[in-house]
């Protein structure tokens, strides 16, 4: 490893948490094929995705003490049994507790911006929605436009004032320079949401996605998965009765299973770089449900990973179905994967973006669908 990857024990805890469980678990546990890096062993050459805790609350409680919520959803996650030996973990320990929120932002931005140079995807076990800032800053600070994908019953802008966790997106949409394409708010609940907000993401060409209109078509949330690098979780999106951890939460929101369904879906996506899992709060855990939730939804995005790794490339013609849908305007030519059954669309230029099966058929019936006329809009 490299001098600079080395420095990042600087801003880790001395003591892995893997080295304090007393767990009972077999070969075949992911705790015992995970890679647990710490400041003598740190070598993740292997690891294709490495997870990391925060367990910082202040920006949303001003006296929260360090959540050790990152070490329950590991405990889960470890005795987890272990179906993806292609899919290499490493565990490099949780982030250490600055004396003000600023100092510990700065540590897991550092950390996030070494992995990203190493190529490697994160999992971030958090600790307040706020921490999702330093997943975007490790692309502002690069120059690099990105696609952002955030669950959350809140839009997190409404009030102004230093960085919360419920108005951080403030400081990620509006800072200038901006370097996000596109932004999508998935499973916004209405009667906790100014419309102005929404109407305003609108206006921006932002794609915004109530929790009754993304549970009822849960696969229309692949293809902006697909396209970001970015994804933040604030568990206040699961309700209450799957997560009652969630003090913030709502009766209403996603299943369990469909939240795992969410993020297999981005660990599907090959550029997705880091997944941020935020708002756990051990103390009001109830059987330990959040933490198992959490470490499944881990468990899942794994998973997609797998999958991804037996993904055709584009250039093999045997590995897609290809279609050319010819109506009055225009022509859509499409593409459609033999494993794993996911759709593309190209636009005028060339490119090709993700879309739905539902897309396709809207085009076939001599319609243009609306993801196509969004992605025309945002290449102006």
Not at 126 to 131: A, F, I, N, T, V
Not at 257 to 263: A, Y
Not at 361 to 377: K, V
């Amino acid at each position: 490893m490299s001098q600079a990857f080395s420095e990042i024990f600087n801003y880790l805890a001395e003591i892995h948490p893997a080295h304090t469980m007393d767990l009972p678990l077999t070969e075949q546990h992911i705790g015992k094929n995970i890679i647990i890096a710490h400041r003598d062993a740190q070598d993740i050459d292997e690891a294709d995705v490495v997870i990391v805790g925060c367990g910082e609350f202040r920006n949303q409680y001003p006296n929260a003490n360090y959540s050790h919520g990152p070490d329950a959803v590991r405990e889960a996650l470890y005795q987890s049994f272990y179906w993806h030996k292609s899919v290499k973990i490493a565990d490099i320990g949780n982030i250490k507790e600055g004396k003000t929120t600023k100092d510990t932002h700065a540590a897991l931005l550092a950390v996030l911006e070494e992995l990203y140079d190493l190529g490697k995807k994160v999992v971030i076990i958090g600790g307040s929605h706020d921490l999702s800032i330093q997943q975007y800053l490790v692309y502002r600070n690069r120059k690099e436009i990105l696609d952002m994908c955030v669950f959350d019953m809140l839009a997190d802008i409404d009030a102004p004032g230093p960085v919360r966790y419920d108005n951080h997106l403030m400081e990620t949409l509006t800072s200038t320079p901006n370097f996000i394409r596109n932004f999508s708010l998935i499973g916004f609940q209405s009667y906790y949401v100014n419309p102005h907000v929404i109407e305003t993401f609108d206006r921006f060409g932002f794609d915004c996605m109530r929790v009754g209109s993304a549970r009822e078509k849960i696969d229309h949330i692949e293809p902006s998965l697909r396209m970001s690098a970015v994804c933040s979780i604030d568990i206040n999106a699961i309700r209450f009765a799957d997560a009652p951890a969630n003090r913030t939460g709502s009766p209403n929101g996603f299943y369990g299973d469909e939240m795992c369904k969410i993020t297999r879906y981005a660990g599907m996506s090959d550029k997705m770089d880091t997944l941020g899992i935020y708002g756990y709060q051990p103390k009001f855990d109830t059987e330990n449900i959040t933490a198992k939730l959490i470490a499944q939804m881990i468990w899942y995005f794994i998973d997609g990973m797998y999958v991804l790794k037996s993904e055709a490339d584009f250039d093999d013609s045997n590995g897609f179905l290809e279609y050319n849908v010819s109506f009055t305007e225009q022509n859509i030519f499409f593409k459609k994967s033999k494993k794993t059954n996911r759709w593309w669309m190209q636009l005028p230029e060339g490119q090709l973006v993700p879309c739905t099966y539902d897309d396709y058929l809207q085009a076939s019936n001599n319609e243009l669908p609306e993801r196509w006329l969004r992605e025309i809009d945002r290449l102006v």
